[in-house]
T-cell receptor, first 111, second 114 residues
Framework: TQLLEQSPQFLSIQEGENLTVYCNSS?????LQWYRQEPGEGPVLLVT???GGEVKKLKRLTFQFGDARKDSSLHITAAQPGDTGLYLC???????????WGAGTKLIIKP | ETGVTQTPRHLVMGMTNKKSLKCEQH?????MYWYKQSAKKPLELMFV???????ENNSVPSRFSPECPNSSHLFLHLHTLQPEDSALYLC?????????????FGQGTRLTVV
């Protein structure tokens, strides 16, 4: 069974600080997606990483796919209150229809 | 606005009630999904429809019954639910069912079973 573990489960920091959240597995994934879910909304795709070692940047967000394609990280620089939300990673597993989801990291950025 | 609309946003129902959740997508996608989201747990895929045909049913109890009358509409019929079924139910759509495809989610229905 393929699993994705996200850490930390919860993170509360001050505006302007940097942070990194992780998405780890013992399984290899062909690609991995990161979503952000704001309160009262559904998840929204931020990025898809496909190649081992790939780094993608989205303004202050930097996403990295591990060389072995078993893990990924999301680094936020100078966090802002608008970054508050639940960050979910989802891996492309063996099934064509089913993404393997992590439980998420709940991030709160305090002004 | 993601192009996927779910109604109602909130639903409280007794264990003997029958209710339905509705999802409509305006994106021209040909695949639609129902997910269950519980606190601190990964999203659970319940059903997948591709071109109005159910292609995935992840061992969901029969008290949940999906219906996809056309590629733009998806329903989840609920009857004799249990308190542990209380959760956020998310509908999503995508162009094709290949897992690399971006999923667009609705805002969800917050269901409470009393």
């Amino acid at each position: 069974t393929q699993l994705l573990e996200q850490s930390p489960q919860f993170l509360s920091i001050q505006e302007g600080e940097n942070l990194t959240v992780y998405c780890n597995s013992s399984s290899v994934f062909s690609s991995l997606q990161w979503y952000r879910q704001e309160p009262g909304e559904g998840p929204v795709l931020l990025v898809t990483v496909v190649t081992g070692g790939e780094v993608k940047k989205l303004k202050r967000l930097t996403f990295q796919f591990g060389d072995a394609r078993k893990d990924s990280s999301l680094h936020i620089t100078a966090a802002q209150p608008g970054d508050t939300g639940l960050y979910l990673c989802a891996g492309v597993g063996d099934s064509n229809y089913q993404l393997i989801w992590g439980a998420g990291t709940k991030l709160i950025i305090k002004p | 606005e993601t192009g996927v609309t779910q109604t109602p946003r909130h639903l409280v129902m007794g264990m003997t009630n029958k209710k339905s959740l509705k999802c409509e997508q305006h994106l021209g996608h040909n695949a639609m999904y129902w997910y269950k989201q519980s606190a601190k747990k990964p999203l659970e895929l319940m059903f997948v429809y591709s071109l109005e045909e159910r292609v995935e049913n992840n061992s969901v109890p029969s008290r949940f019954s999906p219906e996809c009358p056309n590629s733009s509409h998806l329903f989840l019929h609920l009857h004799t639910l249990q308190p542990e079924d209380s959760a956020l139910y998310l509908c999503a759509s995508s162009q094709g069912t290949a897992s690399r495809t971006e999923a667009f989610f609705g805002q969800g229905t917050r269901l409470t079973v009393v």
